[in-house]
């Protein structure tokens, strides 16, 4: 129940700040909602029935021109580091 009240305390703080959310599965970045992210919302009432019926969700945000949110989404794979390429990459 814990990850639950976390999950869903985040998904309502995000949505009182203006940003829509919406449930994503564990561990991945898959909508849980049948049109995805265009079912993001701000309403408290939604997000509590996504979380109920979704006990295990990650909190998906909308980014883009939709919400003013740039994401940078750095990875390590292959044996490469990827937050040490992009300061090496960025430092030029």
């Known amino acids: 129940m814990v990850a639950l009240e976390g999950m869903l305390d985040a998904a309502l703080n995000y949505a009182r700040q203006g940003f829509p959310v919406l449930p994503l ?3 991945k970045k ?3 909602t049948s049109r995805g992210f265009y ?3 701000t309403d408290s009432e939604k997000i509590g029935e996504w979380w109920r019926l979704y ?3 990650n909190v998906g945000l ?3 021109e ?3 949110v740039l994401v940078l989404d750095v990875d390590n794979k292959g044996g490469k580091n990827g ?3 992009v300061s090496i990459n960025g430092s030029s």
Request: charged fraction near 20%; aromatic fraction near 0%.
């Open 55 to 57: 006990l295990s969700a």
């Open 25 to 27: 599965a564990r561990d």
């Open 39 to 41: 079912d993001a919302t």
């Open 62 to 64: 909308v980014v883009g």
């Open 66 to 68: 939709e919400s003013n």
């Open 30 to 32: 898959i909508p849980l």
């Open 83 to 85: 937050c040490l390429s």
